[in-house]
């Protein structure tokens, strides 16, 4: 009850048109948007801000659409351009454009969760502070991460959708392995919540392991009156099977 939900709809084609010149503005004060251009961007991303971003980028990136000292952005003719098919395409393609080890880390990430800390990160990916922040600055590079700050240096996802495609593009045991190494490193750390290293423990499909720290994560949330949450430990943890 001390949430509220604002659904946003989706832009119209004239707000898409908008978005698309807001994004070419600061590097080209007189850019034009066609309304041919425009509607080729608005019937894919069906008014979706996020997916229109991400349509822009992998066409700049593509060189469709590109930037010139002389006369500005321009792109080539409609027929031309290869626009993904979903936002999906247009987020592996950046993915792709990443070094290996940068892949790895995002990989790491993404099975942490929408955002991790520095040091978790560094710990499950078992690299350098050099080697990570290199990596980590390839992909904000690519617009896939950002740096939040804070006391624990974190970095988060830039869209919950960029996170998803990174993590589904796993082999099943890749993930199982990825969430193994975030639990160990989470257990490793007395501060690290007994929930949390209990869903990398299930993800990693060590689930005996998991029933203590279910069961400790249902007392500190009865003891904080969460008594939903309470339950839900409990009856994860008895489907499991208490020892």
């Not at 608005?42 to 469709?64: A, C, M, Q």
């Not at 991790?116 to 502070?129: A, I, Q």
Request: glycine share 6%.
């Amino acid at each position: 009850r001390v949430v509220g939900e604002i659904t946003l709809g989706r832009l119209t084609r004239e707000e898409v048109g908008e978005l698309i010149r807001a994004t070419f503005l600061p590097t080209d004060p007189n850019v034009r948007v066609t309304a041919e251009f425009r509607d080729a961007l608005y019937e894919r991303s069906d008014g979706n801000p996020f997916f229109t971003e991400e349509l822009i980028k992998s066409l700049v990136d593509s060189g469709d659409v590109f930037h010139s000292a002389e006369g500005g952005w321009d792109r080539k003719p409609i027929d031309q351009m290869k626009i993904p098919g979903s936002v999906r395409e247009a987020v592996r393609a950046r993915v792709e454009r990443l070094a290996p080890e940068a892949q790895a880390t995002l990989s790491a990430a993404a099975a942490i969760g929408l955002r991790c800390s520095f040091d978790l990160l560094r710990t499950v990916r078992g690299v350098s502070e050099a080697e990570l922040e290199a990596h980590l600055r390839e992909a904000i590079e690519q617009q896939l991460v950002s740096e939040l700050g804070g006391s624990s240096d974190e970095y988060g996802f830039r869209h919950a959708l960029t996170k998803e495609v990174v993590y589904d593009d796993l082999m099943v045991r890749e993930r199982k392995r990825l969430h193994r190494s975030v639990a160990d490193a989470l257990i490793a750390d007395a501060r690290s919540e007994p929930a949390l290293v209990a869903h990398h423990l299930g993800a990693a499909a060590d689930h005996e392991a998991a029933v203590p720290y279910l069961l400790e994560a249902a007392r500190r949330a009865y003891r904080t009156f969460a008594t939903r949450d309470a339950a839900a430990h409990y009856e994860r943890a008895l489907e499991i099977g208490v020892p």
